[in-house]
T-cell receptor
Framework: KAGVTQTPRYLIKTRGQQVTLSCSPI?????VSWYQQTPGQGLQFLFE???????NKGNFPGRFSGRQFSNSRSEMNVSTLELGDSALYLC???????????FGDGTRLSIL | AQTVTQSQPEMSVQEAETVTLSCTYD???????LFWYKQPPSRQMILVIR??????QNATENRFSVNFQKAAKSFSLKISDSQLGDAAMYFC????????????FGTGTSLTVIP
C-alpha cells in the first residue's frame, strides 16, 4: 500500500507570492491533516479535512487555506508569502476520526 | 486548549541500554488518545505506539512501552535495548475522542544513541 505522498518535496518562493502544496493520502483514508513544522515552534496544526469538509482549523491567518477533493486528495494554499512561512509542511492521513495519523515526507518551503 | 509538554529537549542513551522519554499533557477531557511518533533524520514521522485513555493497561510494541498515568496526566515512553536506528526526534501527541479532535503535539525530544 502506497504511503502519503506530498508534492513537491522542495519549493523556493519569494515574498508576496503564493504557493500550493499537494497531498495524496493512503488509499482508503478520508481524513487529511496539515501541519507546519519549524525548529522554534515544533509541529503546529493547520487544518484537517474529512470527506471534503474542513473539520478543524488551527490558529493560522486566513492566508493559509486548504481543500479536499472527492478522491480525498488535499491541497494547501498559502497566499502573500512571508519570510516566516519558511517551514516543513507535513500532511498526514488517517482512516477514521480517531485513527493514528500516517505522515508524508513533507514539503520544504523556503521563502527568499 | 490542550497542551502537551516534553520537558527533555535532548536525551542520550548507550546502545543496548534503556531510556525513558517524558511527556505530560493538560486536558479536562476523560476520553482521548495518546501517541508517540518518531521522526528520524530522513524526516518522515512514524507512529511508534498508541494508548487509549480508557484502557488501564499500558501499551507495548516490541522494545517500546509506555507508562500511562491518567491521574497524573503523564505518558512516558520507554525504549529498551536501544539501537542505533532509534536515534530520532520523538514527539508525544494527544487527540481528544470528542468533537474538534485535532492533534496536539509536544515540542519533541531529540534522542541520540551512543555506540
Amino acid at each position: 500500500k502506497a504511503g502519503v505522498t506530498q508534492t513537491p518535496r522542495y519549493l523556493i518562493k519569494t515574498r508576496g507570492q503564493q504557493v500550493t502544496l499537494s497531498c495524496s493520502p493512503i488509499s482508503g483514508h478520508r481524513s487529511v491533516s496539515w501541519y507546519q513544522q519549524t525548529p522554534g515552534q515544533g509541529l503546529q496544526f493547520l487544518f484537517e479535512y474529512f470527506s471534503e469538509t474542513q473539520r478543524n482549523k488551527g490558529n493560522f491567518p486566513g492566508r493559509f487555506s486548504g481543500r479536499q477533493f472527492s478522491n480525498s486528495r488535499s491541497e494547501m494554499n498559502v497566499s502573500t508569502l512571508e519570510l516566516g512561512d519558511s517551514a516543513l509542511y507535513l500532511c498526514a492521513s488517517s482512516f477514521g476520526q480517531w485513527g493514528p495519523q500516517h505522515f508524508g515526507d513533507g514539503t520544504r518551503l523556503s521563502i527568499l | 486548549a490542550q497542551t502537551v509538554t516534553q520537558s527533555q529537549p535532548e536525551m542520550s542513551v548507550q546502545e543496548a541500554e534503556t531510556v525513558t522519554l517524558s511527556c505530560t499533557y493538560d486536558t479536562s477531557e476523560s476520553d482521548y488518545y495518546l501517541f508517540w511518533y518518531k521522526q528520524p533524520p530522513s524526516r518522515q514521522m512514524i507512529l511508534v505506539i498508541r494508548q487509549e485513555a480508557y484502557k488501564q493497561q499500558n501499551a507495548t510494541e516490541n522494545r517500546f512501552s509506555v507508562n500511562f498515568q491518567k491521574a497524573a496526566k503523564s505518558f512516558s515512553l520507554k525504549i529498551s535495548d536501544s539501537q542505533l536506528g532509534d536515534a530520532a526526534m520523538y514527539f508525544c501527541a494527544y487527540r481528544s475522542a470528542g468533537t474538534g479532535n485535532q492533534f496536539y503535539f509536544g515540542t519533541g525530544t531529540s534522542l541520540t544513541v551512543i555506540p
